[in-house]
């Protein structure tokens, strides 16, 4: 890996990823480029298949560049990244550990401290409201509480950078606003820069500083839009705070207009 100083927690140059078969080749992302500044939560928008998630995959180092570059923390990714966390739409708990070693796991595959460990995985059951659950099976949680433990396992070792594919996608709508209100109060307390992707206009725009549309395949960056609302959030005077609606029309519109082939 090569050293660049950035400057940002994630800064995305120029970025073509193509994939080959024998048979075929799909142009996924064409010379995309976006930042997420350090502390800073960044969302991506756009049509299913426009290359969200390919583009969070080049950042983990899962999916390599065809052109481009993906920089996390002032290094170029050229393998997969150890100080990110991942969250997923499907939480993807052990079924046979409760919730507090589902949380542990990140622990184990890491080596980690136990004691250590096992602090943060306290404080954190407490700032996502698990308190309580933490004997909990997975099968005795909702969905919502499910998606918690996720986060507090992707959360355990504290990285400096958070990668979210629809991690709230398959919740209902109460469940996902009351959810989005603890990842915006989790980002303040723990600094941590998130790049998300969803499809929810309303959530990027409730949760992040930035959000970035993208168009249909192959993905490109049709505009960015900062987000100027206060970094504590909450889900009712946003919505009622006229900028938070001038944002989510602005973006609808310009997905309607990019999403008609
Ligand atoms: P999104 O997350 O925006 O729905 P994806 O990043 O999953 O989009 O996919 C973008 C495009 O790249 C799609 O056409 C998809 O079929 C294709 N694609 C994704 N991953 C692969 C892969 N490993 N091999 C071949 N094509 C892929």
Same mark, same amino acid.
């Given at each position: 890996?090569?050293? =660049?100083?950035?400057?940002?927690?994630?800064? =995305?140059? %120029?970025?073509?990823?193509?994939?080959r078969?024998?048979k075929?080749?799909?142009?996924?992302?064409? +010379?995309?480029?976006?930042?997420?500044?350090?502390?800073?939560?960044?969302?991506?928008?756009?049509?299913?298949?426009? @290359?969200?998630?390919?583009?969070?995959? =080049?950042?983990?180092?899962?999916?390599?560049?065809?052109?481009?570059?993906?920089?996390?923390? *002032?290094?170029?990714?050229?393998?997969? #990244? #150890?100080?990110?966390? &991942?969250? &997923?739409?499907?939480?993807?708990?052990?079924?046979?550990?409760?919730?507090?070693? +589902?949380?542990?796991?990140?622990?184990?595959?890491?080596?980690?401290?136990?004691?250590?460990?096992?602090?943060?995985?306290?404080?954190?059951?407490?700032?996502?409201?698990?308190?309580?659950?933490? +004997?909990?099976?997975? !099968?005795?949680?909702? *969905?919502?509480?499910? #998606?918690?433990?996720?986060?507090?396992r992707?959360?355990? !070792?504290?990285?400096?950078?958070?990668?979210? $594919?629809?991690?709230? *996608?398959a919740? %209902?709508?109460?469940?996902?606003? =009351?959810? +989005?209100?603890?990842?915006?109060?989790?980002?303040?307390?723990?600094?941590?820069?998130?790049?998300?992707?969803?499809?929810?206009?309303?959530?990027?725009?409730?949760?992040?500083?930035?959000?970035?549309?993208?168009?249909?395949?192959? @993905?490109?960056?049709?505009?960015?839009?900062?987000?100027?609302?206060?970094?504590?959030r909450?889900?009712?005077?946003?919505?009622? $705070?006229?900028? &938070? @609606?001038?944002?989510?029309?602005d973006?609808? #519109?310009?997905?309607?207009? !990019? %999403?008609? !082939?």
């Amino acid at each position: 890996m090569s050293a =660049v100083t950035t400057g940002a927690a994630i800064d =995305v140059k %120029d970025l073509t990823v193509r994939f080959r078969s024998a048979k075929s080749s799909t142009l996924a992302l064409d +010379n995309v480029s976006m930042r997420v500044p350090e502390g800073g939560f960044t969302s991506i928008v756009g049509p299913s298949g426009c @290359g969200k998630s390919t583009l969070l995959k =080049v950042v983990a180092g899962l999916v390599k560049a065809s052109e481009g570059t993906a920089t996390l923390l *002032g290094q170029v990714v050229t393998k997969p #990244q #150890q100080n990110v966390g &991942f969250a &997923f739409q499907r939480s993807a708990l052990l079924q046979w550990r409760d919730v507090r070693k +589902n949380i542990l796991l990140q622990a184990e595959m890491r080596g980690m401290d136990r004691t250590v460990a096992g602090e943060r995985a306290d404080e954190l059951i407490e700032l996502t409201g698990l308190t309580g659950f933490e +004997n909990a099976m997975p !099968h005795e949680l909702s *969905g919502g509480m499910q #998606q918690r433990v996720a986060l507090c396992r992707a959360l355990l !070792h504290r990285p400096p950078v958070l990668l979210m $594919d629809e991690p709230f *996608g398959a919740l %209902d709508a109460l469940t996902r606003e =009351v959810l +989005n209100a603890q990842l915006n109060r989790i980002w303040r307390e723990t600094g941590t820069s998130v790049l998300l992707v969803t499809h929810s206009i309303a959530e990027a725009v409730f949760l992040s500083t930035r959000v970035e549309v993208m168009s249909a395949r192959p @993905g490109r960056l049709v505009r960015s839009f900062d987000i100027d609302l206060p970094r504590e959030r909450d889900y009712v005077q946003v919505m009622a $705070d006229p900028k &938070f @609606g001038e944002y989510t029309r602005d973006i609808r #519109q310009l997905l309607g207009a !990019h %999403d008609s !082939h």
